[in-house]
């Protein structure tokens, strides 16, 4: 079916996620695993906090799975450089290993690449894991936290939180029967307090094409879920839409539910690796469990820059792979 | 088969490699399709050359492959922060896209993955490509060349190169039989200028599952290819193997093979992604098609680091994915 791969009996068989003190104190803040009010899971430096993060992530689904020992495979990536909180956090699992980077569409890209895996069938399960920290975040893409910069208004909150998922073949759990990886997508945005906007493009480009290629609407799903296009993003991704004569019914974006608006300074909203990542487990798939909710479009939504490439007056592009979900 | 996937008729149908410099004053500089001697690809800054580099690699595989179109996936990653390289330089291509983080281990872990998404049946043809550039890579992981910095005798040269690929199944080409994820090793090094010594027990600990999986012994393959070891990681990896009782004959280190030891300062030898990508295609592929060689076990080796973990005193973590090339 063109660019969409089909799944037969790929399932979610556990999954588990951990936040920050935001998070936790967000509408979602009761539905995590753990939580770490002081942000740092037991470590010195933040950027090892969110290597503990993904590490208790991962260590809850393996709790939760009704199997012995580990998954075959594992996908894992964050926003750090060089993708060290996945490497550090997810190494004494000793879990063959790949690392991924999709920036915040990491979650989605390991799901599907772990249901790929799966389909080819060399293995029986996969796991897959994401992560991000907002110190970490801050320091490295912006400032430190102690310089106290003011964010624009457009600017979203990189999410303290981390989520791990272990995927079967075989009759229960959630199902992942449709998959397709995203296309780079430039906008022109190079506004780097602007996410919301240089991903909106890529996210509409990958709603087209799915459901152009499933023959689809967007009322056939329960909700078309994104990971972290914010207010912002969200907003223009409806534009895009409507100018291609889609009418976004039943959009959720996990970056708009992270926090709460009137009482949480996240200006446009969660962003972050660990958004979607935490989001998926703690909201969506309970639903799809319970049968609140049948269908699920779900992409996270990433966008590739670098603060060398927004320097050098480099575009920040945007890309969003997805999944179908049904319960 | 364990750890192992095994692939049916997957083959490698076009590749293409380039280089700097270095490179082209190298032993194998008459074998890449391109090479730039003052080291810019066009570009105006060191980031943006080596995606102009890599962007070159994906044109020369396209052009050599005997088809029209595109290949249905790309498989892409480097060793910039957040990737960029891989994001700027193959975004025009429109290609969906997965981005990988394995440090210089990104190729091969590129051309596993590739098999595996033409193995799960959705796809028929997939590319891989990846890419260093000596000049971004001091900068961002050293200091600018401008600084002049001494380097450490056990110190390795990032590779000014990219390669890419293009697979297919079908009935020519080189076949990719084979394949195993890397684990993460982690050896207790914490010395960024011994790169070698760092992935060397990731590289040992993947040819002695491969070779304990597959029941198989080090002379039944022409050759084990490492990637870039360089002259020190080359020396630990037949120490650690022997202590387990293997000889490791025809061994072959990308690392050594790409500048000469007598004319060129490359002290231990070269790194970097571009390093593997591109000797894979200049010099072990033409043996594969010759019939000079028939077997060669393809590891490319990565240190996963950055700057921030290396700062805060954490240790640099090897990995080694392989992929079994028959003629």
Redesign the interface.
Known sequence: MG????FHNVRIVSHASVGGREESRGPLGGLFDFHDDCNRFGA??W??AEAAAIRMALTFALKKWNKKGLP??LFA?D??????AS??G??PF??????????CSTMT?GLL?AS??L?????TSAAAASSSHNAAAER?FRFPLEYGGQRAPTAQWTATAAGAYILEKGDTGVRITHG?????V?GGITDASNMGAAMAPAAADSILSFLAETKTRAADYDAIVTGDLGEEGSLLLSVLLEKEGVRLTGHRDCGCLLYDKQSQDAHAGASGCGCSAAVLSAHFLPKLVSGEMKKILFLST?A??????TQ?G?SI?G?A?CILLEG
Chains 1, 2 share one sequence.
């Open positions: 660019r969409i791969f089909t010195k430096t950027e090892q075959e495979l990536g926003l750090q450089n060089q993708c060290m490497a550090e997810l190494l000793e879990i063959p290993y790949f690392g991924l980077y999709g920036a890209e690449l790929i895996a389909a080819a069938g060399g293995v490295q397709m990886a995203g296309k780079l430039d990433g590739m820059m670098s603060p060398q490439s050098q480099g592009y890309i792979p």
